[in-house]
């Protein structure tokens, strides 16, 4: 049986993959205006690229903008991702900095999901998901890689790992070099929606990988980015045409 929990816009893990639309925003204004957009979309969840935001290391600044956040988008589930530059992100920080920055997301009460880089820091990455589950929020394990696609065994090696750290959801982005890549990446979620007990969630970036991003009916990845204005990473498309295909594939 499937690990899969409820959000305010369904239940995550099952039925249909869920899109989520991710705010990029370098100042709170443009944070904002980006969630009054995205509020108006069919978005189930909504990621804020903290590591985009100028201050998100001030604590004051970080609740304030969490809150304007959940204020605009209603009843959207909102993840709070740090993208460290290790992982093609913005952010570089000290680990015990960035811990404690997703610790105060997760404690805000505006906060739903928290991505944590599940290899980061990997002794520590169990009990750092625990803090977080224990503050109420659910946690997706992530680990990317923007240069090469890692063979099959190791890309559901990864994803295991994840569930055993105790994650809610195991994801990982991966860019592809080849077709057979795409393919690969396709394979391993497959594989790994069979053999794991919490949801996957996976992509392939770049244009070469759009399929995956469309295929989580098929694959089982149990949620899709897709873009509302600037897209947060290659391949990604924009909502409108998410939904086409979405509708199209649907299982319902
Ligand atoms: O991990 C992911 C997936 C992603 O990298 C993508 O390829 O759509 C986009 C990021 O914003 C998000 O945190």
């Not at 204005?229 to 199209?248: D, K, N, T």
Request: charge should be negative; aromatic fraction near 6%; hydrophobic fraction near 40%.
């Amino acid at each position: 049986m499937k690990r899969t929990f409820k959000l305010s816009t369904g239940v995550f893990g099952e039925g249909d993959p869920k899109i989520c639309a991710p705010i990029v925003g370098r100042t709170k204004e443009d944070i904002f205006k980006a969630a009054e957009v995205i509020a108006k979309t069919e978005a189930d969840v909504v990621e804020w690229r903290g590591d985009w935001f100028d201050r998100v290391e001030d604590r004051d600044e970080l609740l304030e903008v969490l809150q304007g956040i959940r204020g605009r988008i209603r009843e959207k589930a909102l993840l709070f991702t740090l993208r460290t530059v290790y992982e093609g992100g913005q952010l570089a920080v000290m680990k015990d900095t960035y811990y404690e920055l997703n610790e105060r997301a997760a404690r805000s009460g505006y906060v739903d999901l928290v991505d944590v880089e599940a290899f980061r820091e990997e002794e520590r990455t169990s009990e750092e998901i625990r803090k977080l589950q224990s503050a109420g929020v659910h946690v997706i394990a992530s680990f990317h890689n923007f240069d090469r696609t890692p063979d099959r065994e190791e890309l559901i090696r990864r994803l295991t790992r994840m569930q055993e750290m105790g994650a809610d959801v195991a994801k990982i982005a991966v860019m592809p070099q080849s077709r057979e890549d795409v393919m690969t990446l396709m394979e391993a979620t497959m594989e790994a929606d069979h053999s794991l007990d919490i949801p996957v969630v996976t992509m392939s970036m770049g244009r070469l990988g759009v399929l995956s991003r469309l295929a989580g009916t098929l694959t089982g990845s149990a949620m899709t980015f897709a873009s509302v204005g600037e897209a947060s990473a290659p391949g990604q498309i924009p909502i409108e045409q998410m939904r086409v295909f979405c509708q199209l594939l649907s299982m319902k």
